[in-house]
């Protein structure tokens, strides 16, 4: 088999000829190195291309942005008033320090722009497909519906919102769904087959179960759906304790979920995961990428590999890390010693 079809054959609840071992892309490797290429020839890669095309408040938002020493301050224009935003840049990251709604109010007034689409592009994923064929799996990546309030919100006041004005966090999301599913719609038409799909952590991290069936459920469900209307299947990145989710995410329709962290990173259980799941959703990851594939010896990541490949059998499975994208040559070449412990395991 090769990479994409093992991968493919794993999501479609298949027996590959090994257990896919797939890191989610090329962390800090230079895809055209001598290891670059040799972890593509080996592995079963994950390839993410982020296309453009798509803003939940669309073409139409007016706003003005200037920058000032490390920190660009974006204002939106808004019937309701002005909503800045400002992010703040170092020598090693960025992460927005104030986001542009705070209130109930402000959303109210986000919502009263008019929206106007923008125009999809999908030529990264179809110039990724064509370089990596069948050595990867590329796929689109893409929001959920719930990234809209989680993204324009802090944290805190996210979570407020939801204990505060829960109805008008469901319609936030019912119009940011409302607004995504064209462009998923508009990806299917233009041939993308694979989605990863990103937002679920801010509900079962932030807000708990309660929230999975008002926010997850109704929005998530359409989404999955137009992607296998075109042929498509869905990959979904949930990062933290999972398992009490397990049943509620597979009922998503989704093929496919990561990282499945394991203590003390996470709670995952591959064996009771996948009795939990039965086969609906294939599990990807639970090697830590920073904390066992970078960090330990190659024997001890090896023997650790055996040991979830024992756990979760070989079918429903990609071993693979925790797609952080923070490997280095070294986490490369462990994922690659990863490869000979599965073909050994398929023997």
Partial sequence: MTSRERMLCVLRGGEPDRVPVSPWGFGHVDPDSEVGRELVATCDLWIEAWCGGFHFSGAALDAETCVE??????VWHTPGGDLVSRRQRTDVTAATIEFPCKT???VEALLRVPYEPLPTDFARFHAARTR??????VCAGSLNAVC?????????DFCLLWADAPDLMCEMCRIGADRLLPYVEAGGKAGVDCWRVIGGE???VQL??????????????????VAHHYGGVVHYHNHGPIMRYLDALAELGIDSMDPLEAPPWGDADLAEASRVLRGRTCMVGNLDDMEIVERLPEDDVCAIAAERLDQAGRTGFMLGGTSSGTYTERGARHFMAMVRVAEDAAR
């Fill in 104 to 106: 109930a109010e402000d």
């Fill in 148 to 156: 809209w309030p989680a993204e324009t919100l802090s944290p805190e």
């Fill in 208 to 225: 708990g179960p309660a929230a999975v069936p008002e926010l997850l459920t109704p929005f998530d469900t359409r989404q999955v759906d």
């Fill in 202 to 204: 801010y509900v079962t």
């Fill in 132 to 137: 990596y064929g069948d050595e990867a799996l």
């Fill in 69 to 74: 020493g490390n920190i660009t301050t974006t």
